[in-house]
Structure formats: C-alpha cells, structure tokens
C-alpha cells in the first residue's frame, strides 16, 4: 500500500489562473478536466491530486510521470477518481487506489491510497 497527500493554497493557484490562463490550465489539467473543474477551489484541488498520486507512486512529478499522465475523472456520485496513461501505467503498476480531494479555509487537499 502506498498513501500520498498534498496541501495547496487556493489563492496561489487562482493568482496563477489569473495571471497566466490557460496556458496554466493547459500545463495539468486535461479538457474533461477543465470542464469538471471551474471553480479555483476545485482547480486547487486537481492539483493537489495530481501531486499527492506522484508522491505515492514515489517519483514525483517528472520524467517518470507527467501531469498530462494522471487522468482526474468522477464517477455517477461525482466522487473522485484517477486513472494513468497507458504509458504510464506500463511503468506503475496499480491494481486499485482511493481518492479524497476537499477544499475549506482557503486550502484543498488531496490524499490518495494506491495497491
């Protein structure tokens, strides 16, 4: 088992939104993504999740795993879910994982489970 979290201010990724669009937008997050997430809040929240499922596959965001590599979806309640690239998935193997993404107090976290 492996657990990853991340921590973000939601006013970084805003002032990011609003000083760079989406050129920001376009660097990690997919179209399906965007249209799920429009609000900074939940937009903070991708993030978080992208970064907090590198921690668990414990290679980070680089050349072993890219933004653009994890797929952010929602199933039918709107839960979070991921799933990897197939060039990704070659290198990091999962057989299932958990996703938590919540925003409060100008913060969103993400925590992930993966086995």
Sequence with gaps: MKI?????????IADSIEKFGDK???RFLNEEEKKLSTK????????????????ALGCGIGAKL???DIIIYKDEWN???FKLSDT???IHQIN????SIAHDGGFA???????
């Design 24 to 26: 920001f937008l376009n």
């Design 4 to 12: 990853g979290t991340d921590i973000v201010v939601i006013t970084r």
């Design 79 to 81: 839960a979070p879910h």
């Design 40 to 55: 900074p809040q939940s937009i903070a929240g991708y993030w978080a999740a992208k970064e907090a499922i590198a921690k």
């Design 88 to 90: 990704a998935q070659a």
């Design 109 to 115: 976290i993400a925590v992930v489970v993966i086995l």
């Design 96 to 99: 299932s994982s958990s996703l």
């Design 66 to 68: 890219a933004f653009h």
